[in-house]
């Protein structure tokens, strides 16, 4: 089983910049996919992007060349995001997948205030 821990959310202005982190723990597979999801309030959850171990990556339109996924290792992914915009404002998800099983973070709030 796979842990998830997220941080690095919180309140932002318009056009400012905001690092999620997140740090996976327990039975972790080096193949895997992590990635981010959102959820804005009153929506559904969104994908906004995944890095696999290959160096694969997955976009939202939403959110390509603003932006950025990377990975320290296995275990750690990084959700870089600038030129942020109201519209970003969500609870953001970590997530983890292998052959073995997937495990989703608690969530973390992002917000965005013009």
């Known amino acids: 089983q796979v842990q998830l821990v997220e941080s690095g959310g919180g309140l932002v202005q318009v056009g400012g910049s905001l690092r999620l982190s997140c740090v996976a723990s327990?039975?972790?597979?080096?193949?895997?996919?992590m990635g981010w999801y959102r959820q804005p309030p009153g929506k559904a959850r969104e994908l906004v992007a995944t890095?696999?171990?290959?160096?694969?990556v997955n976009y939202a339109d939403s959110v390509k060349d603003r932006f950025t996924i990377a990975r320290d290792n296995a275990k750690t992914v990084y959700l870089h995001m600038t030129k942020l915009k109201p519209e970003d404002t969500a609870v953001y998800y970590c997530h983890y997948e292998s052959i073995f099983g997937s495990a989703w973070g608690q969530g973390t709030q992002v917000k965005v205030s013009s």
């Open positions: 327990g039975s972790i597979f080096a193949i895997n996919t």
């Open positions: 890095l696999a171990d290959s160096g694969s």
